[in-house]
């Protein structure tokens, strides 16, 4: 399922990150690459506050559609 899905205060752990090669390049930079463990921490108007790897990043919607998760002890 796509980050977006995940609830506030929800661990996951990313499958794959989609989306074209600069973008996959662009978050993978940020840390969110496949097995990375991923809590989001708020989210308003679809627009993400999250945790990976020990720091807070803010992602758009649209990132967060590319970014497939699976909850933590699925």
């Known amino acids: 399922m796509p980050l977006s899905m995940i609830q506030a205060g929800e661990p996951g752990r990313i499958k794959r990150v989609g989306g074209r090669e600069d973008?996959?390049?662009?978050?993978?930079?940020?840390?969110?690459?496949a097995g990375a463990a991923?809590?989001?921490?708020s989210e308003?108007?679809?627009?993400?506050?999250?945790?990976?790897?020990?720091?807070r990043v803010a992602i758009g919607?649209?990132?967060?559609?590319?970014?497939?998760v699976v909850r933590s002890g699925t």
């Open 23 to 33: 973008t996959r390049r662009f978050l993978e930079n940020l840390g969110f690459v």
């Open 61 to 68: 919607k649209d990132m967060a559609n590319k970014i497939f």
């Open 44 to 55: 308003l108007n679809g627009n993400m506050i999250v945790n990976i790897k020990d720091s």
């Open 38 to 41: 991923v809590t989001v921490v």
